[in-house]
């Protein structure tokens, strides 16, 4: 089935010549698996989304540094590619919405789940390069990805949220941060997690994980990102 994509498409800026192409990088391995029919899953494209993103952010990092080592370049690649930036480029196209789920796994939460918006990403990365060739897709990465690659160029692309939080306090002298388990849901092998953060008993932000955690560092990501704008 072919589902109404168009907004996804403007938020790219990229339209598919192959519809189908585009409804495989959304299609969760869950989903295909309850399908009767042969539905595919986006497993083989993630796989070359994420060689192309990392090609496409290498040779970028390669043509702006131009005295840069190769071991300066690495990490920066690292940071630019990793699983927390993919996740904030799925939130920032939506991406969520458009994901295929099994029953479970939507149920579970996945439409959020971080696994799936950063391996949908990839995926739909992946799907722009088999329909559009590298140019298409090293424009729309780069869009995509530059404000990481600028904060990442600038030291400022850190992912220990919790850990800046608790600086962040200690340097404003009269701020105690403290979390809280707001909700627990799934079975016990899975179970997701809802944490608030208080700071001075002023409810901020909250967040959520697979483990408390998790929950914990993306409700101090909202705070920096919701509440102070990543201004600290």
């Known amino acids: 089935m072919i589902f109404d994509l168009t907004a996804l498409e403007s938020r790219l800026g990229y339209s598919f010549r192959d519809r189908q192409l585009f409804v495989d990088a959304l299609t969760h391995s869950s989903y295909a698996y309850e399908q009767e029919d042969t539905t595919r899953d986006n497993q083989r494209l993630e796989f070359l989304g994420d060689a192309v993103l990392q090609l ?4 970028h990092l390669y043509r702006i540094l131009s005295d840069a080592a190769e071991g300066d370049m690495t990490k920066l690649r690292a940071g630019i590619v990793c699983e927390p930036t993919l996740v904030l480029v799925a939130r920032s196209l939506e991406l969520g919405a458009f994901l295929r789920l099994g029953h479970g796994e939507a149920l579970s939460g996945g439409v959020d789940n971080a696994s799936n918006l950063a391996d949908a990403v990839e995926a739909v990365l992946g799907a722009i390069f088999f329909d559009g060739g590298y140019e298409a897709v090293r424009d729309i990465v780069l869009r995509l990805f530059e404000p990481y690659i600028k904060m990442a160029l600038e030291g400022r692309l850190v992912y220990d949220h919790k850990s800046r939080l608790f600086e962040w306090a200690q340097a404003q002298g009269n701020k105690i941060p403290l979390f809280r388990v707001l909700e627990e849901s799934g079975p016990p092998h899975d179970k997701t997690f809802k944490v608030g ?3 001075n008993e002023e409810f901020c ?6 483990s408390k955690k998790a929950a914990e ?5 909202a705070f920096f990102f919701n509440v102070l704008r990543g201004d600290g």
Not at 217 to 221: D, F, L, P, T, V
Request: proline share 0%; glycine share 12%; charged share 20%.
């Open 205 to 210: 932000s909250e967040g959520t994980g697979q």
């Open 197 to 199: 953060l208080w700071i």
């Open 217 to 221: 560092q993306e409700a101090s990501r």
């Open 56 to 59: 496409v952010v290498t040779e």
